[in-house]
């Protein structure tokens, strides 16, 4: 808490910084308004998943939900940036890729889809067309945190904003989160609300959508995050999470918060071991990591991390042998029985796209 208090403290100070860098976008964003830069389209349904801030919103889970909702009906290629891996460039996943070489969220999609074309490029517009040209046949692009990069102009775009830190309540970097306009919200099709308590009211999803004042085309919609069963990291096999299980936690995300409330409420007893966003994990943090859940005086113990998190662990192979690490995996759940029409909106997308 005093820790939070003097952070909070220090970015009121770089206030003058957040209005420069207001200017800056706003200025990038009016370029594009007057198509003195331009958006390139492609001929071929693209889907965006973004949102305006900093941090975690859910939009890797968003993408398993769109590629598990239609792998089955159309030949998918996802493009990331590939956030922190050792490669530059343009990358399409092999069978013998690592997180170092297409970055930890494109190689989970990569573990989890591996029918699927997965890729990662900076330049996202030079991007798509060497993919397509490595995969012929694809009938659809799903980019990965792209909505803030108006290079390409997506056919449609979905905007995730946190319940706990909205986009309309926020500031920009690096006083607050924001990275893009808030106005830039009026170009997404739909927004999803997600980290939504599962039993949020009727009275506060019509306040919330008050606030963010969704324009006439705009579709918005609501998600809690929904966990699934826990499984070893290295033989697979399921796990079932008990009261009387103390919990090292183990996280290198964002907004770990979801997973401490779900802690806090399984578990008797849990210890938090907290890395930067996408951390890449050394030896060194692993005998860190054994030297902490050794120290942990409880006969029933293991360690719990997210599946970003496990894909950047998994290098380490046979020097994780003793260690009981676990996964959970995460994805969303629509609230008011929206997801139909969630899906319903997404296919329609493509099935207008194909007929024009």
């Not at 792209?146 to 690096?174: C, E, S, W």
Request: aromatic share 12%.
């Amino acid at each position: 808490m005093i820790f939070d208090f003097f952070l909070r403290s220090f970015r009121i100070l770089l206030l003058p910084f957040a209005f420069v860098y207001w200017f800056i976008i706003w200025i990038i964003n009016k370029l594009y308004d007057l198509k003195i830069f331009r958006s390139t389209s492609f001929g071929l349904p693209i889907i965006s998943v973004g949102n305006l801030s900093v941090g975690g919103t859910g939009k890797s889970p968003m993408v398993e939900y769109l590629i598990g909702l239609l792998k089955n009906k159309y030949k998918i290629a996802t493009l990331s940036r590939g956030y922190k891996r050792k490669t530059r460039g343009y990358e399409l996943a092999h069978e013998n890729s690592t997180a170092l070489e297409i970055g930890d969220e494109p190689m989970q999609f990569h573990l989890k889809f591996p029918d699927i074309a997965v890729a990662v490029g900076e330049e996202r517009i030079f991007a798509i067309p060497q993919l397509l040209h490595d995969r012929p046949g694809t009938q659809l692009v799903i980019l990965d945190d792209a909505f803030q990069h108006r290079a390409i102009k997506a056919g449609i775009d979905i905007l995730l904003t946190d319940h706990d830190n909205l986009f309309v309540h926020d500031f920009y970097l690096p006083t607050g989160d924001l990275r893009d306009l808030k106005s830039s919200y009026k170009r997404a099709k739909i927004i999803v609300v997600t980290k939504c308590h599962p039993e949020l009211s009727g009275e506060e999803k019509n306040k919330i959508i008050d606030q963010i004042n969704p324009q006439p085309h705009q579709e918005i919609y609501f998600t809690a995050i929904e966990y699934g069963q826990c499984y070893s990291l290295l033989t697979k096999k399921g796990f079932e999470l008990k009261s009387s299980t103390t919990v090292i936690l183990l996280t290198g995300i964002a907004n770990p918060s979801p997973l401490k409330k779900l802690l806090e409420k399984y578990c008797e007893q849990y210890f938090m071991l907290q890395y930067p966003d996408h951390h890449i994990f050394t030896i060194d943090d692993l005998k860190n990591i054994r030297e902490r859940f050794e120290a942990v005086d409880a006969a029933d113990k293991i360690i719990l991390t997210t599946e970003k998190d496990a894909v950047r662990l998994a290098k380490f192979g046979q020097e994780l042998e003793g260690l009981p690490l676990y996964v959970i995996p995460i994805r969303h759940h629509f609230l008011f029985n929206e997801g139909k029409k969630f899906n319903s909106s997404i296919e329609s997308f493509i099935k207008n796209f194909e007929r024009n």
